[in-house]
T-cell receptor, first 112, second 114 residues
Framework: QQPVQSPQAVILREGEDAVINCSSS?????VHWYRQKHGEAPVFLMI?????EQKGHDKISASFNEKKQQSSLYLTASQLSYSGTYFC?????????????FGAGTILRVKS | DTEVTQTPKHLVMGMTNKKSLKCEQH?????MYWYKQKAKKPPELMFV???????INESVPSRFSPECPNSSLLNLHLHALQPEDSALYLC?????????????FGQGTRLTVV
């Protein structure tokens, strides 16, 4: 039940935009997005709970299409600090408890 | 205080050793987790504790034994590990007991089994 992320890796220049996708074969209760830099802990970016929900934080936003069982993370006007590995984490149903399962990750590298 | 603290940061142990990893949080979170992360892989869920009771065990080998002595502490006891158990072990906590809330991660313990 691991969600599928795409692309596996992306290289950007500062100021460029990127989209990272996360899809599941099962109906989703929530989608979490985290960024992890090398040697560090994953850092929470945002969580989406409702179908069709969209959230934004600075120049990073995300959408959740419950019907398609998909979420996308949008990074606009990328900065060097955006570099890292982005993971989506999915929860299938709340009655399963806090079973957050992560996708394989997308490596993002922003160059100057 | 929004920190999850893990000790030790690094651990090298032999296959016949017994050691413990510790995790502490003071955010009042009632759900705590252990994840295992191999290099270039995502965190992989091992155990979930809800209200100090084990709620999820992802078929983890018995050489890993979790313990939640109180609402702030989570331990992972290690015994007779194999070299393939070498990994980054991450502890996390969250407020919600039924999902849908942010998980805060500790910095992890980098374990090497020799």
């Amino acid at each position: 039940q691991q969600p599928v992320q795409s692309p596996q890796a992306v290289i950007l220049r500062e100021g460029e935009d990127a989209v990272i996708n996360c899809s599941s074969s099962k109906a989703l209760y929530s989608v979490h997005w985290y960024r992890q830099k090398h040697g560090e802990a994953p850092v929470f970016l945002m969580i989406l709970l409702k179908g069709g929900e969209q959230k934004g934080h600075d120049k990073i936003s995300a959408s959740f299409n419950e019907k398609k069982q998909q979420s996308s993370l949008y990074l606009t006007a990328s900065q060097l600090s955006y570099s890292g590995t982005y993971f989506c984490g999915t929860e299938i149903r709340p009655e399963y408890g806090n079973k957050l399962v992560f996708g394989a990750g997308t490596i993002l590298r922003v160059k100057s | 205080d929004t920190e999850v603290t893990q000790t030790p940061k690094h651990l090298v142990m032999g296959m016949t050793n017994k050691k413990s990893l510790k995790c502490e949080q003071h955010m009042g979170h009632r759900a705590m987790y252990w994840y295992k992360q191999k290099a270039k892989k995502p965190p992989e869920l091992m155990f979930v504790y809800s209200y100090e009771k084990l709620s999820i065990n992802e078929s983890v080998p018995s050489r890993f034994s979790p313990e939640c002595p109180n609402s702030s502490l989570l331990n992972l006891h290690l015994h007779a590990l194999q070299p393939e158990d070498s990994a980054l072990y991450l502890c996390a906590s969250s407020q919600g007991l039924t999902g849908g809330t942010e998980a805060f991660f500790g910095q992890g313990t980098r374990l090497t089994v020799v």
